[in-house]
């Protein structure tokens, strides 16, 4: 059963426009997210976190929304640049945890 | 800024071999992660180590072992290559004092 979903496999931006990707999840024990970008042959680079005790977290273009009741965590990218197109992989870890679960990734294109 | 490394970006094997993926960093981080990303699946654990000589099994280690026997080195063993262990396989450490997990370039690897 997977504890940590992306629902959309794909997402098209244009430019300058925003971007915002996706992610649910089961385990409402889950106190630490992440956001990894990864590019095709490259290993996944951090991006952003928010702890279970923030609803939102900002860095430059980046913001992570949390909404706890929901399940449910979104990346906002603006704006978007062509720069950003890559996959997108959300996290989620328990307390007491080093152990991470991935989600399946979005891949983000941003058209110029 | 961390150092992953993996020991070969691109590797072909033939079914029935014996692999060895090597990782390193230089970090100092105590905990080390080994995952395969396939599509529509994305990262999945297959082992992971929290000291030296010490492992865990993640969600998938069938037909897998690791070894660590010193602290900034993590290898993967495939003791009998099978084409579905045909996949990306991506290295990561995180410290203890940090949330984040910092990955290497991954390892392209095609069993024949």
């Known amino acids: 059963d997977q504890q940590v979903k992306q629902n959309s496999p794909s997402l098209s931006v244009q430019e300058g426009r925003i971007s915002i990707l996706n992610c649910d999840y089961t385990n409402s024990m889950f106190d630490y997210f992440l956001w990894y970008k990864k590019y095709p042959a490259e290993g996944p680079t951090f991006l952003i976190s928010?702890?279970?005790?923030?609803d939102k977290n900002e860095d430059g273009r980046f913001t992570v929304f949390l909404n706890k009741s929901a399940k449910h965590l979104s990346l906002h990218i603006v704006p978007s640049q062509p720069g950003d197109s890559a996959v997108y992989f959300c996290?989620?870890?328990?307390?007491?945890?080093?152990?991470?679960?991935f989600g399946t990734g979005t891949r983000l294109k941003v058209l110029a | 800024d961390v150092k992953v490394t993996q020991s070969s970006r691109y590797l072909v094997k033939r079914t029935g071999e014996k692999v060895f993926l090597e990782c390193v960093q230089d970090m100092d981080h105590e905990n080390m992660f080994w995952y395969r990303q396939d599509p529509g699946l994305g990262l999945r654990l297959i082992y992971f180590s929290y000291d030296v000589k010490m492992k865990e099994k993640g969600d998938i280690p069938e037909g897998y072992s690791v070894s660590r026997e010193k602290k900034e080195r993590f290898s993967l063993i495939l003791e009998s290559a099978s084409t579905n262990q045909t996949s990306m396989y991506l290295c990561?450490?995180?410290?203890?004092?940090?949330?984040?997990?910092?990955f290497g370039p991954g390892t392209r690897l095609t069993v024949t």
């Open positions: 928010i702890s279970s005790i923030k």
């Open positions: 990561a450490s995180q410290g203890d004092r940090v949330r984040e997990q910092y």
């Open positions: 996290a989620a870890r328990g307390t007491g945890t080093y152990k991470y679960i």
